[in-house]
């Protein structure tokens, strides 16, 4: 039962297929995972206290910057506090429903659809067309464009025929939840490089993302860290490694210094590339530096504490752009103030599971890589961060640690009594 409530949300946080944009998917999730939680009396006052905490202070900001900072008509007041309801409230009855193996199965479940996804991959290889023709003919609905099938858990997209989409809607995407998936793992389990992690790290490479990689990368120092590598060595050995690998590597630096200029050009013409996607009846791509650039240009101070859950309405332009930086997108939304309290939430989780401010940093940085390249913060697997710290119970918890510095991997352990 709950690895069947898992496999639903991995694959509404996918934003893959019609669950994300089917409003009745999120009433029926909704009810499964309150039927579920009711059968098996996983709710008590605390968990009502919890949501009700969270609920009083997220209308109370959408409130004040409603009346006193952003002058918009009600309409988009109302859109916020709906966020609430719709996104925020499915994360948290999965983190009530799941508690404490809420990890235990997320990490199963993308575990698993990673393994799927690399046969899906390998035909996607020498058989694109008639994967392509094979969705076409099971003619699930989806929300995307022309290239892309979807079946449920394995996407293929034309345009990235060379590259693994797994179950979410693009390369990039699978990445971060492939990066998210290990990096749970490795924190929730001693920072144990098993089978699992190999395998999720083989579906990691066949994203060939940048950002994946790069996020990747830091991954790779936390899980040295966590293992009691020196911080020296790790700085000045291993570091050093991985940079280099990465130089050799087409679409790593050269990419993103290529990307980065390609953006400034765009922004010189923006509204002339616009206006040409919108005769075509497409919406312009803007890159991730792009859309940094557009959205500050744009919102201004405004960034700081966010506009509306739907910004993208308040200036016509937006409505054709297809912005691909996460972070800025969802300051947009909520601000650097939602956006700091987000990424809180995460440190508690992290915190409590690695007892290393040092880890709990590094495992921030994975996050905001990957939003950086994604428009991952407002999945639902993200926003169950929220309340994720709160039932997560740490792999030591029935033992006697000595801390140090980095986190319990190195410390001694005296099992209790």
């Known amino acids: 039962m709950y690895y069947f409530v898992t496999l ?6 996918a934003k893959a297929s019609f669950f994300d944009v089917t409003n009745m998917c999120w009433v029926i999730i909704d009810i499964i995972f309150l039927w579920v939680g009711f059968k098996k009396a996983r709710f008590h006052k605390s968990d009502v206290e919890l949501f009700g905490k969270f609920s009083l202070i ?46 235990y199965y997320l990490t199963k479940v993308i575990f698993q659809l990673a393994i799927l996804s690399l046969p899906l991959y390998c035909l996607q290889l020498v058989a694109g067309d008639a994967v392509y023709a094979l969705g076409k003919a099971i003619n699930l609905p989806d929300p995307h464009f022309s290239g ?8 293929y997209v034309k345009l990235h025929h060379i ?6 809607w693009e390369p990039g995407a699978f990445g971060f939840f492939l990066n998210l998936g290990l990096l749970m793992h490795l924190v929730t389990n001693n920072f144990n490089f098993d089978k699992r992690a190999k395998w999720i790290m083989l579906a990691i490479v066949t994203t060939l993302s940048t950002t994946t990689y790069v996020a990747f990368a830091f991954i790779i120092l936390l899980y040295f860290r966590g293992r009691g590598v020196k911080f020296i060595t790790v700085f000045f050995f291993i570091g050093p490694i991985l940079c280099v690998l990465a130089s050799m590597m087409p679409f790593m630096f050269d990419k993103i210094v290529a990307t980065y200029n390609n953006d400034l050009d765009d922004m010189k ?19 991730r530096f792009a859309s940094i650039l557009y ?68 495992s921030i940085m994975v996050i905001l890589i990957s939003g950086f390249g994604e428009g991952i913060f407002v999945t639902s697997i993200i ?22 510095p980095v986190g319990p991997r190195n410390s001694k352990m005296v099992i209790a009594e």
Not at 386 to 393: A, D, G
Request: hydrophobic share 50%.
């Open 58 to 103: 997220y209308i109370t900001f959408c409130t004040l910057r409603s009346v006193f900072l952003i002058h918009l008509p009600a309409s988009y007041y109302l859109n916020d506090v709906l966020f609430l309801f719709k996104y925020v409230f499915t994360s948290f009855l999965f983190c009530a429903v799941l508690r404490d193996q809420a990890i």
């Open 163 to 168: 590259r693994n989409s797994g179950f979410s």
């Open 383 to 404: 926003l169950c961060f929220l309340f994720l710290y709160h039932y997560s119970v740490p792999w030591f918890t029935n033992r006697e640690v000595e801390f140090d």
């Open 148 to 155: 892309y099938v979807n079946f449920l858990i394995f996407t």
């Open 8 to 13: 639903l949300f991995v694959i509404l946080s």
């Open 269 to 287: 013409n923006i509204q002339t590339l616009s206006d040409w996607y919108i005769q075509r009846g497409e919406t312009m791509p803007l890159n």
């Open 295 to 362: 959205l500050a240009g744009v919102f201004g101070y405004n960034l700081i504490w966010g506009v509306s859950n739907i910004y993208n309405e308040t200036i016509p332009l937006i409505k054709h752009l297809n912005l691909s930086n996460g972070i800025f997108a969802f300051m947009a939304q909520f601000g650097g103030i939602g956006l700091c309290f987000l990424m809180y939430r995460c440190y508690l989780f992290f915190k409590k599971n690695t007892c290393s401010i040092e880890l709990s940093i590094y």
